[in-house]
């Protein structure tokens, strides 16, 4: 059982930055891959950012390209989402996922096995 836990979400101004931290403990696979998703209120889940576990290989949404910037500590077994440049269309609740060791760089909520509990963030215009 792996068991993942964020913080650093918050209220911001727009063009603000955040970062945010999943910390895992408990059965951990380093060369999982982890990802970042963000559901706003009365919204479907959606894929933020992932990065793998071997490589390190990151992928981003659209959305989030040039702003936002996923990074991993295996030592700590800990993953960041960077957030600069917010703006009020970030606000959602942000999850942190895990997978079991695989292929692929993949961006499905259902392709990932763990979750936190979620963190807040809000982004005031």
């Known amino acids: 059982q792996v068991q993942l836990v964020e913080s650093g979400g918050g209220l911001v101004q727009a063009g603000g930055s955040l970062r945010l931290s999943c910390a895992a403990s408990?059965?951990?696979?380093?060369?999982?891959?982890m990802g970042w998703f963000r559901q706003a209120p009365g919204k479907e889940r959606d894929f933020v950012a992932v990065i793998s576990g071997n490589s390190g290989r990151t992928y981003s949404a659209d959305s989030v390209k040039g702003r936002f910037t996923i990074s991993r500590d295996n030592a700590k077994n800990t993953v960041y989402l960077q957030m600069n440049s917010l703006k009020p269309e970030d606000t959602a609740v942000y999850y942190c996922a895990a997978r079991a060791p695989g292929p692929g760089i993949l961006t499905s909520p259902a392709a990932y096995d763990y979750w936190g509990q979620g963190t807040q963030v809000t982004v005031s215009s």
């Open positions: 408990g059965r951990t696979f380093s060369s999982g891959g």
